[in-house]
């Protein structure tokens, strides 16, 4: 049996006071799920200059941490230029 190879990569975007977090995970057939761990700044000019760093498609899974303005005031600018295909939120 031969061990499955993965490779991946994990991308902090710089929004300021915030959070925004990539990462990828692609496998042996060059098949990559894209994921990505909240989604906002402070400061909203940060966050969408933070986000012309990102050439994505399409994210897979976007994980919020918690509804502070830092962690999801982003997600309307990300969801106008990337597919996001489920967005999983806190227990409220």
């Known amino acids: 049996m031969t ?11 710089p929004v300021g006071q915030g959070g925004f977090l990539i990462g990828q995970i692609e496998d ?3 098949r ?3 994921y990505a761990f909240d989604c906002g700044s402070i400061n909203r000019e940060h966050f ?3 986000l012309k760093m990102c050439s ?3 994210i897979d899974i976007l994980f ?3 509804l502070d303005v830092y962690h999801v005031s982003g997600i ?3 969801a106008a230029q990337v597919q996001i295909d489920m967005v999983v ?3 409220l």
């Open 64 to 66: 919020v941490s918690h």
């Open 76 to 78: 309307d600018a990300l």
């Open 56 to 58: 994505l498609q399409k």
């Open 28 to 30: 042996e057939h060059s």
């Open 48 to 50: 969408e200059q933070g």
């Open 89 to 91: 939120l806190p227990c």
């Open 3 to 13: 061990a499955k190879k993965f490779i991946t990569t994990i991308k902090q975007i």
């Open 32 to 34: 990559i799920f894209t």
